[in-house]
């Protein structure tokens, strides 16, 4: 118990300690403090001293501290050289994390994803949904200090989960997620430019000196099926926003219809925002998509580790000043005691 309150005790100016042994210093090279008491003259003092064999002094008596004062003295000094140290107590650990990237992942949520045709390490045959859910599950885990968030879109895109540093929460709420939660056509470029409002409302409520990097990464197994703003014209304003987007298109390339894949639009729109388009036909090119993406985007983690301070230097003070008191107070009432008994004596005789 000792040993771990010491080691979590700092002294800021230890060098106050250095002045421990002045008292010694001072007893040995001054002299005595002496002081003047009331005499009386007798005519036949030489030869009192002489029957006595005694020196004589000069008119003043030494005075000599009794233990107690020594042992109080000494406390005292010690006590203020500490207090003068500003011993402080270091709280619990605590770490300070510092997020240099948000990630955005955005959902396709159209009726085809929910389509049985990817098989998991088990070797059951699940929905693209569900695939895309296990897959992110352990990128997450990569993740450390990013901060995520989720757009879902089908008919319309919507915020599921806004940027947070908080995994297990985002999580949480993907696995929430079903299947035309949004519509069944796919808007992609809709997608797309809530994406950049959602990063450009991120940087205005930002506090930090260094902006945070800006990712994308949009999951869809159908072209675009209608949005107000086309996908590339989307992508396109991403670029200026400094928006990178990496494209992954999950699901049968053969599809027709708007469950179809246009790969020409997807590569357009990660190449012009400064990102990489994948296709994914099954849960492993899905995971190694992932794999990519994060060593293309490597996490930007830096955390510092600080521990709170309490000073103690009043509680040494306070502590002088009580024993002081404490010692006074005894001395008083040793002489009270002295004075009632003597009191009584007189009175008696």
Same mark, same amino acid.
Do not use: C
């Given at each position: 118990m000792i040993e771990f309150f010491l080691h979590d005790l700092e002294l800021i100016y230890p060098m106050w300690l250095w002045l421990l042994p002045l008292p010694l210093i001072i007893t040995h090279i001054t002299p005595s403090y002496r $002081?003047? =008491?009331?005499?009386?003259?007798?005519? /036949? /003092?030489?030869i009192l001293i002489d029957a006595l064999n005694i020196s004589t002094t000069q008119g003043a008596s030494q005075l000599v501290a009794t233990r107690w004062q020594k042992y109080l003295l000494c406390f005292t000094w010690?006590?203020?050289? /500490?207090?003068?140290?500003?011993? $402080?107590?270091?709280?619990p650990p =605590?770490?300070?994390? =510092?997020?240099?990237?948000? @990630?955005?992942?955005?959902?396709?949520?159209?009726?085809?994803?929910?389509?049985?045709?990817f098989v998991n390490q088990q070797g059951h045959k699940i929905s693209r949904l569900d695939a895309v859910k296990e897959v992110l599950t352990d990128f997450i885990k990569t993740r450390q200090g990013d901060?995520?968030?989720?757009?879902?879109?089908?008919?319309?895109?919507?915020?599921?989960?806004?940027?947070?540093?908080?995994?297990?929460?985002?999580?949480?709420?993907?696995?929430? $997620?079903?299947?035309?939660?949004?519509?069944?056509?796919t808007h992609l470029g809709d997608a797309?430019?809530?994406? @950049? %409002?959602? /990063?450009?409302?991120?940087?205005?409520?930002?506090?930090?000196? %260094?902006?945070?990097?800006?990712?994308?990464?949009i999951l869809s197994d159908g072209n675009d099926t209608g949005s107000?703003?086309?996908? @590339?014209?989307?992508?396109?304003?991403? %670029? &200026?926003?400094?928006?990178?987007?990496?494209?992954?298109?999950?699901?049968?390339?053969?599809? &027709?219809?708007?469950?179809s894949l246009d790969m020409q639009t997807i590569n357009k729109i990660a190449s012009v925002s400064g990102g990489q388009a994948y296709q994914a036909l099954n849960q492993q090119e899905l995971l190694n998509?992932?794999?990519?993406?994060?060593?293309?985007?490597? =996490?930007?983690?830096?955390?510092?580790?600080?521990r709170a301070k309490k000073s103690l230097h009043h509680y040494l003070v306070i502590l002088v000043l009580l024993v002081h008191l404490l010692f006074f107070a005894g001395l008083l009432c040793q002489r009270l005691y002295l004075k009632k008994v003597t009191s009584k004596g007189d009175a008696d005789v």
């Open positions: $002081t003047q =008491q009331s005499a009386i003259k007798v005519p /036949f /003092f030489a010690i006590m203020i050289l /500490f207090a003068l140290t500003k011993p $402080t107590l270091l709280g =605590q770490v300070r994390e =510092q997020i240099g990237r948000d @990630i955005m992942v955005v959902v396709d949520l159209s009726g085809s994803m929910q389509k049985k045709d901060r995520l968030g989720l757009i879902l879109f089908g008919d319309a895109a919507f915020v599921q989960t806004p940027f947070t540093a908080d995994h297990d929460v985002w999580l949480d709420l993907l696995m929430q $997620t079903r299947v035309n939660m949004a519509g069944k056509s797309i430019g809530l994406t @950049i %409002k959602r /990063f450009n409302e991120a940087t205005k409520n930002q506090t930090s000196e %260094k902006t945070r990097e800006k990712v994308a990464i107000y703003v086309p996908p @590339i014209d989307a992508a396109m304003v991403a %670029k &200026v926003n400094a928006v990178r987007i990496y494209m992954i298109a999950i699901g049968d390339p053969k599809s &027709v219809g708007e469950q998509a992932y794999a990519k993406i994060d060593k293309l985007e490597p =996490q930007l983690y830096q955390s510092t580790q600080y």
